[in-house]
């Protein structure tokens, strides 16, 4: 492995309580240990991974721009969730991947959008990004909302009831299609950096900060794939831990997928975005978050839709229920308006907020 001279000693603490957190949920799962810890240790391994993650993006982001950046952030960062998938749809519980797949989207787009606006709002004021890559990135969640909303409905209102697999096959296909069309518009840049503006009047200006050393991209590599393998070894453990955990608790189902395993498999590129924010990038923060829903939506959840028939006892469809497409439709439609004018303040992040909480908070009983 590369040398880690050019890593703070900071980062180099995380990066070592990162690596003890995933040898202590490995010997908690090993031992037979109470799945209540095994879930919170995992819980804690996830995030420590994350934050390496999103040290070692940042540096990689320093070099390739924010479109790369963010296709390659959501990329890795969305293998836990890849492998989570997998292990449940075994395990036969279909019900709780729908749930955290449409609860990684809300999470992304409402929660971590949000925190990344209050944190840097509050922080640099006012922030300006160039818009037309943002438009984009939310016109392509539209359509995939609109994919799983059209199947939904057939099912819901009879027609095409009795062929809701083969009507979410074809929209997988469809997905994956524009997907890999997409794919040249963001390595050619994506969205572009934005053309420095005047803070708005009255908007505090942000201090000069040390620059860090900036690592060797052969380390930055390597601890972006060590941190991607360790996130989906812990978050197997995580899952073989889940049900038990979440029934010893109290906590329902729907929640659980919505909420606590959408964040915990997305620890990673959480993290990622939250900080760009937090130091002045908004380009980099909008291009990281929203191209993990975006990911997610027209690669993750087509992909497990067509092999769910070989991977578990069901198979995995477009049908969802109601709340939880409503729920995608409402945050598609409250994120366009609020990147559409190329600026974002802290009030806009405390607005996405509270909107997660309340649809949150809906399914918090079942």
């Known amino acids: 492995m590369p040398s880690l001279d050019t890593v703070t000693p900071s980062g180099r603490l995380v990066i070592a309580i990162a690596a003890a957190l995933v040898a202590a949920t490995g010997a908690l799962d090993a031992a037979g240990a109470p799945k209540v810890a095994t879930f919170f240790v995992a819980a804690l391994g996830l995030a420590a991974l994350a934050e390496v993650f999103g040290e070692a993006m940042e540096q990689v982001g320093k070099r390739i721009g924010p479109g790369p950046t963010g296709l390659l952030q959501s990329s ?6 890849l492998l989570f998938a997998i292990f449940a749809l075994r395990a036969g519980l279909n019900s709780v991947v729908q749930a955290a797949l449409i609860g990684s989207v809300l999470a992304n787009v409402l929660l971590v959008l949000g925190l990344a606006f209050l944190g840097g709002g509050m922080r640099h004021g006012t922030q300006t990004f160039a818009p037309e890559g943002p438009r984009m990135l939310v016109t392509l969640l539209t359509l995939a909302a609109g994919a799983a909303l059209v199947p939904t409905l057939a099912a819901k209102l009879g027609a095409a009831g009795h062929h809701t697999a083969a009507l979410s096959d074809a929209a997988a296909v469809i997905l994956l299609v524009v997907y890999l069309a997409s794919i040249p518009f963001w390595l050619s840049g994506g969205p ?23 690592w060797p991209l052969g380390l930055a590599i390597v601890l972006l794939a060590a941190a991607s393998v360790g996130s989906g070894a812990v978050s197997q ?3 073989s831990a889940l049900v038990p955990a979440t029934k010893s608790l109290g906590i329902s189902t729907a929640f659980t997928g919505l909420v606590i395993v959408a964040l915990a498999s997305n620890a990673v590129e959480n993290i990622a975005g939250v900080r760009f924010a937090w130091k002045a990038r908004p380009d980099y923060a909008i291009s990281t ?14 992909v497990l839709v067509l092999a ?3 991977i578990g006892p069901e198979h995995l469809t477009f049908v969802f229920p109601p709340l939880l497409v409503a729920a995608l439709a409402v945050a598609v439609v409250v994120v366009a308006v609020v990147v559409y004018d190329g600026e974002y303040s802290w009030l806009e992040g405390v607005a996405l907020l509270a909107l997660y909480a309340v649809i949150a908070a809906a399914f918090w009983w079942g």
């Open 308 to 310: 769910s028939s070989f």
């Open 192 to 214: 572009q950096p934005a053309v420095a503006r005047a803070p708005a009047e009255g908007a505090p200006r942000s201090a000069p900060t040390a620059a860090k050393p900036l």
């Open 289 to 302: 978050i929203l191209n993990s829903p975006l990911q997610i939506t027209l690669f993750l959840m087509p």
């Open 237 to 239: 453990w995580f899952v």
């Open 76 to 81: 890795l960062g969305n293998l836990p969730e």
